[in-house]
């Protein structure tokens, strides 16, 4: 009969069960044509179905015994092979067509529903007066079958039925349980070109799988009965169809979306997620692609490749990123400063200086407030500066771990992409920077320090590594770490003593105290000024290096780049050379002393190197007179010595004397001022006022008086504030000019009266504005320090010796003398009338030690001072009365420096 009717010709699209295909015929200028067909004269069993949510009393069947044996044994026979069918009849009202098909083996056909009638997995109809040729053979391979007990004719046949889980309850937990598990699986059903659903086996799991990392065209909606699609997206459905539908495969499930699985899908011929790329039909998803386990560099290229050969999607692609100049594309260079946690600062091989962005990196952010809003880091109601390295969280900790990773190292750098200016920002060269293979960027985020940054769909600007940032977010979300924990964020509550003298000053003890202190260096200002971080003491410094002459160097205006004031000569080159040293470094400092500004003064150390010494060494500093003093100054006079004889730098033009007989100065300086002594204070420190002044002084006292007793002030109409001036009512009932140190509260206000020295605490009653008439004239008052004396170290004695100095000179003329100065102090000897210097009338009393000073042009005063020390060590009166307490000192009595 078969022989009698027309052969068609066609492909194996589908088998839908033990007795029904899908065949897919050749093509005519469109899409090719589509027809089921049934097996004729046989039945197979039936299988299972899911119920059907949109139809109300849809309910789950279950397999027939061996129905899905029967549907594979057509599948792994048939789908995607060329066959030959008839067509037998056609139902009438339904149209549905029987018939046979033939697989050609050689020059044979094979007829399939013998075949399948023979491994009795379908039962063969009977019917009909007479039955046909065909279907008498069909009941005698049915009656072998039958005694062979071959499939549903055999005695276990009810084993054969399948246990279908048609949904997976809890994705999550599925995709957890079975992480890096590869499924073997057969593809059921194309939704799309990037989604389909599938069997996986054995256990016979149905799951709707989303290809990870890539999104084809697909349907947008249905209007009536026709569908909506994006363009090429029936290419695209096709394209997958043909390759996948029914196909053996092995499944990776990577991650989850709503109810569906996000996967890849593993094929003997290949990836289909990288083929659809290729050939234009898809895009990579970076939502997606940040779950892909591997591949993602394929990916990328398979879309790359797409995009320049303007493939389908692609045909109206224009790259949206600027091309770097391969010559500029990869360099490798020295990390000389991290930038908060988004920036490098790199040199070069030729020396130049680049600032680097991490592609594609978000450095931390400020937390945003429980009402929607997000803090701003703006000069509040204590006038701070804004400090994002310490307010924002997680800042410091990611600056922390590139400084200690990356600071003086080398590393490649692959530029990326080049931001163009906006909102406000410069041009931005952004690259992926590695180290020893190491991804900057990605170890960053993977600590949960920084995120990946969100780029548009057609953005082409963003890092070349960019699917390992996403994976490394992932890691760092699912870890909990950094950013995505769910703990408190660290605060850092860091003191800024820099321009705050008065707290300077308190600290001042604690870090003389400590001896050398650990610390980080956060800017260079100049080769000898830098501003230091203190961990332990958890504050900001302005730190001086102690001991040399620094030359200045230039600075800039950082928006036009002008040069705004000239440096001394070998100023930049002196900058330079404290950044390389120890920007950015863990150094040591040993505070010595503080200046008016409250800046700290001292010695700093990096990696055992004395930056004081190593700047005079290259000849980029000389040594200051005042450390002679310390233990460095033969270091340091040898480092100069050293610089001169090589002619380095400042000492280029230097030239040895020959045969000329250098003349110290010898002879002391006198230069007397009268002055008036008003207060005391610690450390053998006064207030005095110049006599040549006091006319004016008077005659300003007088106005004050005159103003605010004509024009009294309105009580309660002075609000004081730190660091004004004002007038403060004295016990004596008059009006003096004072400053606000601190106001701790309306009762106890701290005031300095500035043309006096002295200090009081007062009610806000006794306070009023000062006329501004009265502000132009400078304060009178003027600090001094006694020079060549110190006190002793018992608290009782110091006392002793500060009474006796307070009694000796104050509110006294004396004539002054500046001896010296050192950290802005000016250093004196006072002088009555009849030519007695106080200072030597302590030393005579044995109240205080004389000073040892190496300067030749003050020994011969030095000389006065120690015989009359040496006199008063003989009389034994006050310090030296149980004899020498200075032999103590001795190295055999213990004593050490």
């Not at 015929?25 to 027809?35: K, Y």
Request: proline letters at 5%; aromatic letters at 8%; hydrophobic letters at 35%.
């Amino acid at each position: 009969m078969a022989q009698t009717l027309q052969m068609n010709r066609g492909i194996v699209k589908q088998v839908l069960s033990g007795d029904s295909v899908v065949i897919r015929g050749q093509p005519r200028g469109g899409p090719p044509p589509e027809r089921q067909l049934c097996l004729s004269n046989v039945n197979a069993p039936k299988l299972a179905r899911r119920p059907n949510p949109n139809v109300e009393a849809s309910v789950e069947t279950r397999d027939e015994p061996f129905a899905w044996e029967a549907r594979e044994f057509l599948r792994k026979k048939l789908i995607g092979k060329e066959v030959l069918f008839s067509v037998e009849y056609k139902v009438p009202g339904t149209g549905r067509e029987y018939g046979c098909i033939y697989l050609q083996k050689g020059e044979d056909l094979e007829n399939v529903t013998e075949a399948i009638v023979s491994e009795g997995l379908v039962e063969v109809r009977r019917g009909g007066i007479k039955p046909s040729d065909d279907q008498t053979k069909l009941i005698d391979l049915e009656e072998m079958a039958k005694t062979m007990a071959k499939g549903k004719w055999g005695a276990n046949a009810s084993d054969h039925i399948r246990d279908i889980t048609w949904t997976v309850e809890n994705p999550r937990h599925f995709l957890d349980a079975n992480s890096g598990k590869e499924f073997n699986a057969v593809i059921e059903h194309v939704r799309d070109g990037c989604t389909a659903r599938a069997f996986l086996l054995p256990e016979f799991y149905h799951v709707t799988v989303m290809f990870t990392g890539i999104k084809c065209p697909m349907m947008i909606r249905r209007d009536a009965d026709k569908e909506i699609s994006e363009p090429f997206a029936d290419e695209a459905k096709f394209f997958t169809e043909s390759r996948l539908l029914q196909r053996e495969v092995k499944i990776v499930l990577e991650g989850v979306s709503n109810q569906n699985f996000l996967g890849s899908i593993i094929h003997p011929a290949g990836n289909i997620a990288e083929l659809l790329l290729r050939e234009g039909f898809g895009r990579c998803v970076d939502w997606s692609m940040a779950v892909l386990t591997k591949g993602h560099d394929k990916l990328r290229a398979a879309e790359k490749f797409a995009r320049e050969k303007r493939l389908r999607i692609w045909k109206d692609y224009v790259p949206s990123a600027p091309t770097v100049p391969i010559q500029n594309k990869e360099f490798t260079g020295k990390v000389v400063e991290c930038v908060n946690a988004d920036a490098l600062v790199i040199r070069n091989a030729d020396g130049a200086q680049r600032k680097i962005h991490f592609s594609s990196l978000r450095p931390p952010r400020l937390i945003p407030r429980e009402d929607g809003t997000q803090d701003t880091i703006t000069n509040g109601k204590d006038n701070k500066k804004p400090r994002p390295l310490y307010d924002v969280p997680y800042m410091f900790e990611a600056r922390e771990f590139l400084r200690k990773k990356l600071i003086g190292k080398k590393v490649n750098v692959k530029v990326d992409y080049i931001k163009p200016p906006s909102d406000g920002f410069p041009e931005r060269t952004c690259a992926t920077v590695t180290i020893s293979g190491i991804n900057v960027a990605e170890a960053l985020i993977s600590k949960g320090f920084a995120t990946a940054l969100r780029h548009k769909q057609d953005d082409d600007q963003r890092s070349s590594c960019y699917d390992d940032l996403l994976a490394a977010e992932t890691r760092a979300i699912k870890n909990g770490k950094g950013l995505h924990s769910k703990k408190e964020a660290p605060i850092h509550r860091v003191a800024d003593l820099s321009g705050d003298a008065t707290k300077a000053r308190q600290f001042l003890p604690f870090l003389q105290r400590a001896g050398r202190s650990s610390g980080i260096v956060e800017f260079v200002a100049s080769g000898s000024r830098i501003r230091l971080y203190l961990p332990k003491e958890t504050c900001l410094i302005t730190f001086l290096i102690g001991g040399i002459t620094c030359p200045r160097a230039g600075r800039l205006v950082t928006s036009q780049g002008v040069i705004a004031t000239e440096g001394d000569p070998h100023g930049d080159e002196a900058l330079s050379f404290t950044k390389d040293l120890c920007l950015q470094r863990e150094v040591e400092v040993q505070v010595e002393a503080i200046d008016k500004a409250g800046n700290f003064i001292g010695w700093l150390f990096v990696d055992n190197t004395n930056l004081s010494v190593a700047l005079v060494e290259a000849g980029l500093s000389q040594v200051h007179f005042t450390a002679e003093r310390s233990s460095y100054y033969p270091q340091l006079i040898q480092a100069e010595e050293k610089a001169k004889s090589q002619k380095l730098k400042l000492w280029t033009s230097y030239e040895e004397p020959k045969n000329v007989v250098v003349v110290e100065e010898t002879e002391r300086k006198c230069n007397y001022k009268k002055v008036i002594v008003t207060e005391t204070s610690q450390n053998l420190s006064f207030w005095a006022q110049h006599v040549d002044s006091g006319g004016q002084l008077e005659k300003l006292m007088d106005d004050l008086h005159t103003e605010l007793s004509s024009n009294p002030p309105l009580p309660g109409s002075y609000t004081a504030r730190k660091g004004d001036l004002c007038a403060a009512l004295f016990v004596d009932n008059n009006w003096y000019r004072a400053r606000v140190e601190s106001v701790a509260s309306p009762k106890e206000i701290h005031v300095f009266y500035i043309d006096y020295g002295n200090r009081e605490v007062l009610p806000l009653s006794k306070l009023c504005p000062l006329p501004s008439a009265f502000h132009s004239f400078p304060p009178q008052a003027h600090e001094y320090s006694m020079a060549f004396i110190e006190l002793p170290k018992d608290v009782e004695q110091v006392a002793d010796a500060l009474d006796s100095f307070r009694n000796l000179i104050i509110n006294r003329q004396f004539m002054l003398n500046v001896e010296y100065k050192s950290s802005g102090q000016d250093f004196v000897t006072l002088v009555q009338e009849n030519g007695d210097d106080v200072a030597k009338s302590l030393v005579t009393e044995g109240l205080v030690t004389v000073e040892k000073r190496k300067e030749k042009r003050l020994q011969k005063l030095m000389e006065e001072y120690n015989r009359a020390q040496d006199g008063a060590r003989k009389a034994r009166v006050n310090l030296w009365r149980y004899g020498d307490f200075t032999d103590d000192d001795a190295k055999e009595f213990g004593y050490s420096t």
